[in-house]
């Protein structure tokens, strides 16, 4: 059973600081990878989507890398702004579900970028 | 508005009510997706359909959760004899058909049911 976590929790960082948010899943037959962003009481902004056979991707000031035989992933955003600031949920596309969009989530990390 | 519409956006209801949620997907998406998300957890998978056709339901709907897109565009999320354990979010998401189809959802707002 595929399973996400999400290390760690929460994160508390001075605003323009470099930081990365991590992945992990136990199943490395993934189809693909997906990082979201949720403000308090929202839904999901699409972040990133890394299909299987892609290791990075890249948007502004966020990357996200996939290593699959390891089972990990890892948001990197570069020099952080309080806007920032939400809760970050990596999402895992198992391979036998194919693109069929049901996700496997993580409890996701809790960022909070200090002025 | 070009992006999933979901509404109510907060329904507050007693034990034992009925409630129903609403979602329009992305216009030229013909996949949809249910999810649930509890408090400080992250989402569950529900259901899914492609066009008008329900195509897979998870275990946790149980049988007092109805789901239904009658004409292949928008669905609804029905509950009957609602729980205080049904109190959560419940997220609705679309994605482009399987030809062209990445795996990549959008989500609505969601719909923030309380049961009291």
């Excluded at chain 1, 299987?52 to 890892?74: I, P, V, W, Y």
């Excluded at chain 2, 897109?69 to 669905?75: A, N, V």
Aim: net charge neutral; aromatic share 8%; glycine share 10%.
């Amino acid at each position: 059973k595929q399973e996400v976590t999400q290390i760690p929790a929460a994160l508390s960082v001075p605003e323009g600081e470099n930081l990365v948010l991590n992945c992990s899943f136990t199943d490395s037959a993934i189809y693909n990878l997906q990082w979201f962003r949720q403000d308090p009481g929202k839904g999901l902004t699409s972040l990133l989507l890394i299909q299987s056979s892609q290791r990075e991707q890249t948007s502004g000031r966020l990357n996200a890398s996939l290593d699959k035989s390891s089972g990990r992933s890892t948001l990197y955003i570069a020099a952080s702004q309080p806007g920032d600031s939400a809760t970050y949920l990596c999402a895992v596309g198992p391979l036998f579900s194919g693109n069929t969009g049901k996700l496997i989530f993580g409890q996701g990390t809790t960022l909070q970028v200090k002025p | 508005d070009t992006g999933v519409s979901q509404d109510p956006r907060h329904k507050i209801t007693k034990r034992g009510q009925n409630v129903t949620f609403r979602c329009d997907p992305i216009s030229e998406h013909n996949r949809l997706y249910w999810y649930r998300q509890t408090l400080g957890q992250g989402p569950e998978f529900l259901t899914y359909f492609q066009n008008e056709a329900q195509l897979e339901k998870s275990r946790l709907l149980s049988d007092r959760f109805s789901a239904e897109r009658p004409k292949g565009s928008f669905s609804t999320l029905e509950i009957q004899r609602t729980e205080q354990g049904d109190s959560a979010m419940y997220l609705c998401a679309s994605s482009l058909g399987p030809s062209a189809n990445t795996g990549e959802l959008f989500f609505g707002e969601g719909s923030r049911l309380t049961v009291l």
